[in-house]
């Protein structure tokens, strides 16, 4: 069965300290894994699409990685702006994206 | 800019008495998606249409519906709601068809949806 698997579910961290969010996937001919970031009662927002395994991207403090078998979102020197829940997803040809069911981020100052 | 738009952004409605939701999107994508969001769950797809091209998971309850009737508007029909369709409901869009190249989803602000 195709799956998305984040971890860990929940993560707490000091300003500056940085982490990394882990999202393990089984989806049999992968078409893009996507990252986003959803606050509390909004609907998601988009951050980042990974097409093949060693592509990077970046935006601002937030850098997304993708091997053969998982993505990373590193997060450096993180502030309490980036508290959020963040959403990783796999898409196959012709179907729905696959939805994990977050790690949510809470960073303190 | 342009953006996904989704009205009410609160609905309260009772048991057994259907409700409409509606998305709009300035985007001109040609997908848009429906999907419910319970609390701490992740995003569950309900259907899609690629222009008006309806496509329905193979697990969206009946009492689920929707209308598509131009590119910009789409509308979420529950037509007797139960107290477990209470959730956030989540429309998106993206240019092309999953699995395709430019397929990134862009959400809307999602309705929170309450049954009493």
């Known amino acids: 069965e195709d799956q998305v698997t984040q971890s860990p579910e929940a993560l707490r961290l000091q300003e500056g300290e940085s982490s990394s969010l882990n999202c393990s996937y089984t989806v049999s001919g992968l078409r893009g894994l996507f990252w986003y970031r959803q606050d509390p009662g909004k609907g998601p927002e988009f951050l980042f699409t990974?097409?093949?395994a060693g592509e990077e991207k970046e935006k601002e403090r937030l850098k997304a990685t993708l091997t053969k078998k998982e993505s990373f979102l590193h997060i450096t020197a993180p502030k309490p702006e980036d508290s959020a829940t963040y959403l990783c997803a796999g898409n196959q040809a012709g179907t729905a994206l696959i939805f994990g069911k977050g790690t949510t981020l809470s960073v303190s100052s | 800019d342009a953006m996904v738009i989704q009205n009410p952004r609160y609905q309260v409605t009772q048991f057994g008495k259907p409700v409409t939701l509606s998305c709009s999107q300035t985007l001109n994508h040609n997908v848009m998606y429906w999907y419910q969001q319970k609390s701490s769950q992740a995003p569950k797809l309900l259907f899609h249409y690629y222009d008006k091209d309806f496509n329905n998971e193979a697990d969206t309850p009946d009492n689920f519906q929707s209308r598509r009737p131009n590119t910009s508007f789409c509308f979420l029909d529950i037509r007797s709601p139960g107290l477990g369709d209470a959730a956030m409901y989540l429309c998106?869009?993206?240019?092309?068809?999953?699995?395709?190249?430019?397929?990134?989803?862009?959400f809307g602000p999602g309705t929170r949806l309450t049954v009493l």
């Open positions: 998106a869009t993206s240019r092309s068809s999953p699995g395709l190249v430019n397929n990134e989803q862009f």
């Open positions: 990974l097409y093949s």
